[in-house]
């Protein structure tokens, strides 16, 4: 059996001299030493013999050491016990707020992308959720509006301020949608599509991966590996529901994995309730239960007009009722001790009306 890996972790106190002077010392005990760049820090992966005896007194200490075995590393909890912040625009995931993308499933059109976005943003959503591509389980259903629908989505953020998340489906558009959009989102049908994935991470852009249907928390976790392997640890993991025997909704949303991964990684967690159980009236009690088990954030379909929706719309909401459920994670959060991510466009008598029980 190969030796358990040990992770050594250089704060900043360490230099490109200092950590080289590690990578010898490994290199000449017959023991494999990689470095990665994580946000503020260097982790040291190495393997071999060496990683069980004392090291020479003369190289700098690493801030800790972890020992680790199998193919999750670089998102250990311990390595960041704070966790790791991402950025997406103006939006913060992982520092404590509760941040809400809300959007339509996929653009549709002009009109419909501009009125959901200016409502989800004068509810106060931190971020803007719009399919461009779409990867649907036939090849008859509408596949989105791709790169046209994309140039909507930053239309829409023009007119709100917020940053936009969207769907990659291909390794090939990963270069040309980064020049428009703030974060990608993997799918649950790419979860496992390695080079997709080694791609966005090489961008350094925020990452949001959702977990597939039919994966364990461990998979979720090990292909999360693929995007901080590149030296990218701007990245968001999403619960968004699994399939198992129970048929009344979607999917079965796992809060048990929200909980275990807030505990097992430093990358925040998300949680979509709408792809997960397909119906709109079960939307806010599982949103809110997903901020109870740890959620850092969520990622909610709103349309203006879901009867019309070409896309999911049998599980989106009205934007009233999206604004009913920000104000009850307003309340919610202030039980929790965390306060609710308010968006630059919001408006406050919106909200506020909310707040007082008059759905708007
Ligand atoms: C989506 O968010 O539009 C989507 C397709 O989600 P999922 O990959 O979770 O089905
Ligand atoms: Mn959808």
Redesign the pocket.
Known sequence: MSDAELLLVFDSKVDRSGIDGWTQHFDSTGTTATTYRLGAVDVMVAQGPATRLPAPEDLPRPAHTVRASGGFRLGRRELVPSGTKVSIGSAVIGDGDIAVFAGP??VENREQMLSTANAVAGHGAVGL?G?AF??RTTPYSFQGLKWAGLELLAEAREETGLPILT?VVDPRHVDRMAEVTDAF??????MQNFSLLSEVGRTGMPVVL??G?GCSVEELLTAGEYILAEGNDQLVL?E??IRTFEGSTRFTLDLSAVALLKRRTHVPVMV?P???LGVPELIEPLTLAAVAAGADAL?I?VHVQPQQAL??GKQALLPADFGRIMGRLDSLALGLGRRLGIGPAADYSQIHDVLTGDVV
């Open positions: 499933c996929a959720r399919g779409k990867p769907e989102q993997i799918g649950t049908r790419n959702k977990r249907f999403c968004r529901g979509d709408s792809h997960s990622l379909d896309c999911d």
